[in-house]
Nanobody, 121 residues
Framework: QVQLVESGGGEVQAGGSLRLSCVAS????????MGWFRQAPGKERERIGT???????TIANSMKDRVTISRDSAENTLYLSMASLKPEDTAVYFC???????????????WGQGIQVNVSS
Protein backbone atom coordinates (compact mmCIF):
# COMPACT_ATOMS: atom_id res chain seq x y z
CA GLN A 1 0.00 0.00 0.00
CA VAL A 2 2.70 2.48 0.99
CA GLN A 3 5.12 3.49 -1.75
CA LEU A 4 7.78 6.18 -1.79
CA VAL A 5 9.36 6.87 -5.17
CA GLU A 6 12.44 9.04 -5.56
CA SER A 7 13.26 10.94 -8.73
CA GLY A 8 15.73 13.53 -9.95
CA GLY A 9 18.97 11.61 -9.55
CA GLY A 10 21.65 10.97 -12.11
CA GLU A 11 24.93 12.49 -13.17
CA VAL A 12 25.91 15.84 -11.66
CA GLN A 13 29.15 17.77 -12.02
CA ALA A 14 31.08 18.80 -8.93
CA GLY A 15 30.16 22.30 -7.82
CA GLY A 16 26.66 21.96 -9.18
CA SER A 17 23.41 21.31 -7.41
CA LEU A 18 20.55 18.86 -7.49
CA ARG A 19 16.95 18.60 -6.45
CA LEU A 20 15.44 15.25 -5.58
CA SER A 21 11.74 14.55 -5.21
CA CYS A 22 9.92 11.82 -3.36
CA VAL A 23 6.27 11.16 -4.17
CA ALA A 24 4.24 9.06 -1.80
CA SER A 25 1.17 6.89 -2.19
CA UNK A 26 -0.65 5.15 0.62
CA UNK A 27 0.62 7.64 3.19
CA UNK A 28 -0.30 11.23 3.95
CA UNK A 29 2.82 13.35 4.43
CA UNK A 30 1.12 15.74 6.80
CA UNK A 31 0.67 12.88 9.28
CA UNK A 32 4.33 11.84 9.27
CA UNK A 33 7.78 13.16 9.72
CA MET A 34 9.97 12.59 6.67
CA GLY A 35 13.64 12.33 5.91
CA TRP A 36 16.42 11.94 3.39
CA PHE A 37 19.29 9.50 3.80
CA ARG A 38 22.15 8.34 1.65
CA GLN A 39 24.57 5.43 1.46
CA ALA A 40 27.82 5.37 -0.44
CA PRO A 41 29.40 2.07 -1.56
CA GLY A 42 31.02 0.30 1.37
CA LYS A 43 29.85 2.89 3.88
CA GLU A 44 27.13 3.16 6.48
CA ARG A 45 23.81 4.82 5.82
CA GLU A 46 23.93 8.51 6.65
CA ARG A 47 21.10 10.75 7.73
CA ILE A 48 20.96 13.94 5.70
CA GLY A 49 18.03 15.48 7.51
CA THR A 50 14.42 15.23 8.53
CA UNK A 51 11.34 17.41 8.42
CA UNK A 52 8.61 17.23 11.00
CA UNK A 53 4.87 17.16 10.63
CA UNK A 54 4.52 20.93 10.58
CA UNK A 55 7.32 21.45 8.09
CA UNK A 56 10.32 22.30 10.26
CA UNK A 57 13.52 20.78 8.86
CA THR A 58 16.52 19.53 10.80
CA ILE A 59 19.69 19.10 8.76
CA ALA A 60 22.89 17.32 9.74
CA ASN A 61 25.41 19.87 10.96
CA SER A 62 27.92 18.94 8.29
CA MET A 63 25.43 19.84 5.55
CA LYS A 64 23.37 22.67 7.00
CA ASP A 65 24.95 25.32 4.81
CA ARG A 66 24.15 23.58 1.54
CA VAL A 67 21.09 21.36 2.08
CA THR A 68 17.42 22.23 2.17
CA ILE A 69 14.58 19.83 2.87
CA SER A 70 11.01 20.85 2.18
CA ARG A 71 7.63 19.26 1.72
CA ASP A 72 4.43 19.90 -0.17
CA SER A 73 1.77 18.17 1.87
CA ALA A 74 -0.98 18.85 -0.65
CA GLU A 75 1.00 16.97 -3.31
CA ASN A 76 2.46 14.34 -0.95
CA THR A 77 5.91 15.28 -2.18
CA LEU A 78 9.19 15.60 -0.29
CA TYR A 79 12.14 17.54 -1.70
CA LEU A 80 15.88 17.58 -1.17
CA SER A 81 18.01 20.42 -2.53
CA MET A 82 21.78 20.11 -2.28
CA ALA A 83 24.26 22.69 -3.48
CA SER A 84 28.04 22.72 -3.95
CA LEU A 85 28.16 19.04 -4.79
CA LYS A 86 31.37 17.12 -4.28
CA PRO A 87 32.48 13.70 -5.52
CA GLU A 88 32.05 12.50 -1.94
CA ASP A 89 28.31 13.14 -2.32
CA THR A 90 28.08 10.20 -4.72
CA ALA A 91 25.66 7.75 -3.14
CA VAL A 92 22.26 6.15 -3.30
CA TYR A 93 19.76 8.59 -1.84
CA PHE A 94 16.67 7.39 0.01
CA CYS A 95 13.55 9.13 1.21
CA UNK A 96 11.64 7.82 4.19
CA UNK A 97 8.51 8.45 6.23
CA UNK A 98 8.03 7.75 9.89
CA UNK A 99 6.66 8.55 13.30
CA UNK A 100 7.41 11.73 15.16
CA UNK A 101 8.85 10.82 18.54
CA UNK A 102 8.20 12.66 21.77
CA UNK A 103 11.94 13.33 21.93
CA UNK A 104 11.69 15.26 18.69
CA UNK A 105 13.27 12.58 16.53
CA UNK A 106 11.71 10.65 13.68
CA UNK A 107 11.54 6.87 13.55
CA UNK A 108 11.35 5.81 9.92
CA UNK A 109 8.78 3.15 9.05
CA UNK A 110 8.69 3.38 5.25
CA TRP A 111 11.50 3.67 2.75
CA GLY A 112 11.85 4.34 -0.92
CA GLN A 113 13.98 2.11 -3.13
CA GLY A 114 16.66 4.75 -3.49
CA ILE A 115 18.05 6.68 -6.42
CA GLN A 116 21.64 6.93 -7.58
CA VAL A 117 23.43 10.27 -7.60
CA ASN A 118 26.86 10.37 -9.23
CA VAL A 119 28.96 13.50 -8.75
CA SER A 120 31.90 13.71 -11.12
CA SER A 121 34.90 15.99 -10.86
Amino acid sequence: QVQLVESGGGEVQAGGSLRLSCVASGVTYSHHCMGWFRQAPGKERERIGTIDRIGTPTIANSMKDRVTISRDSAENTLYLSMASLKPEDTAVYFCAAGQQLSSGGCYMNYWGQGIQVNVSS
